[in-house]
């Protein structure tokens, strides 16, 4: 056994380097992606192998995925432009950006209602499933059978019997609390159930060389009316029965337009997953707008994002907004893991005079990540940026706001693996509505301690190694 060991650890050091040849001539990556992986495979043995298996390996699903991602969609009657409202004239190439790179349509026939609490929220949610008539299609990041996870379980079951269309996409990686038994039980009674990249090793949930692209969105859509999305998944510590306490985040609902792109957005995932190409959903959809609900205008644009396209949708997103800021930047993100793209234009901004405004949690759900943030804020606090830690439990909110005239929010963090590798789902708004999430953030300040200069500036030697080690990994955080 010892000699096969010896064996092995010689022929490992030949395909470690044998790997980096492989990142450097043929994944044509981000340098300091490339630079990442290839000082970890050239000093260790067994442990940059496999990181590199489970982590590094470029998607090799990317052409067979993208066809069904990338196709031409439907235009809504919604629809809009730069000159369907005067103030979009600033955000035109935006929205043609967007337009572009989604092949997805902008609609201003929507109603949105943001929700900061999981009880509301999951109350609402419920709530607008029991009504369900003829169709409700989830996909969800985690979906665990816990109490709150269990509800909702069971209720779908309940609706089965009622004749109730149901489809439900769960990630391989993120949902890990759910059992055998259970999804057998959904089937079994008629309910769809897929899983986005399952574990090759029933033993193993994240025994997979592809868990390093997530399906990382939260998506409800009912009966082609009503969407629900943002930063809740399903289960219990979401409603603040977890080890973090309180849980902050960001949900919406969604009425109008706008979920037509949802609707498209869980087709197109679902058509992927469907081996079977009888059991793939095509043709022309009819939707059931509630316009009587809708009183005013919204313009909105859905912008998904992941390693099916050949552009960081949700990263350019964000990166436009924050180039184009003259007033203020205000971003609310569990995981402030900008790459050098993003942390480059925050420092041109501050330095432009304009009002940047961090918020982060106080506490970690994820240790690493914790001490990244630190590192990566800490570029910027002397600049002049305000770096707030949210004190009232854990904050999971996801949103970007710019000026009062534009905010982009929904399921992608401000990091490295929303921007590169997760399969994401964010909106972006304009008009009125932005000021209504401006003015939830300064409330969330009230609940939050600022990070001074000072006080960063004496912390101990031993967080700043943490930092950097922290900073190493970054890219796979």
Known sequence: MDLLLIIFRDYLVFINIFLAGVIIFFERRRPIYTLFWIMLLLLTSYFGFFMYLFFGLKFKKRNSLKKYFVQKKKRNQGQFTWETFSYLKRWKELIY???????????????????????????????????AKEEIYMEYYIFNDDQLGSEIYDLLLEKKKENVTIKIIIDGAGTRGVSKKRIKELRKNGIE??????????????????????????????????????????????????KLGYWRDTGIKLMGHGVEEYYREFLMSWNFLMKNK?????????????????????????????PNYDYRN??????????????????????????????????????????????????????????ANQSFYGEIIDLGAKIYKYQNGFLHSKVVIVDDEIATLGTANFDYR????????????????????????????????????????????????????????????
Request: contains cysteine; glycine residues 6%; proline residues 3%.
């Open 314 to 371: 949700i990263r350019d997103t964000m990166l436009k907004m924050i180039m184009e800021a003259k007033k203020y930047i205000y971003i609310q993100t569990p995981y402030f893991v900008p790459d050098d793209a993003s942390l480059e234009a925050l420092k041109v901004a501050i330095l432009s005079g304009v009002d940047v405004k961090i918020m982060i949690p106080h506490i970690p759900d994820h240790m690493f990540v914790y001490w």
């Open 193 to 242: 159930l897929e899983i986005f990249f399952p574990s090759y090793f029933p033993f193993l949930k994240i025994g997979n060389l592809r868990a390093n692209y997530r399906d990382h969105r939260k998506i409800t859509l009912i009966d082609r009316k009503i969407c629900y999305t943002g930063g809740f998944n399903i289960g219990d510590e979401y409603v603040g029965k977890g």
């Open 97 to 131: 950006y967007l337009k572009n790179v989604t092949h997805g349509e902008g609609s201003y026939e929507n109603k949105v209602e943001f929700f900061h609490d999981g009880k509301v929220f999951f109350n609402s949610l419920i709530d607008e499933l029991k009504k």
């Open 278 to 306: 009888k059991k793939r959903i095509t043709g022309e959809v009819e939707f059931n707008h509630d316009f009587q609900e809708i009183k005013t205008a919204l313009p909105l644009q859905v912008v998904s994002s992941g």
């Open 418 to 477: 929303s921007f590169y590798q997760n399969f994401e789902i964010n909106m972006v708004i304009y008009g009125e509505k932005v000021v209504e999430l401006r003015d939830i953030y300064l409330n969330d300040i009230d609940k939050s301690t600022m990070v001074t200069k000072i006080a960063f500036s004496k912390r101990k030697t031993i967080e700043k190694i943490k930092e950097s080690i922290s900073r190493l990994v970054a890219p796979i955080l």
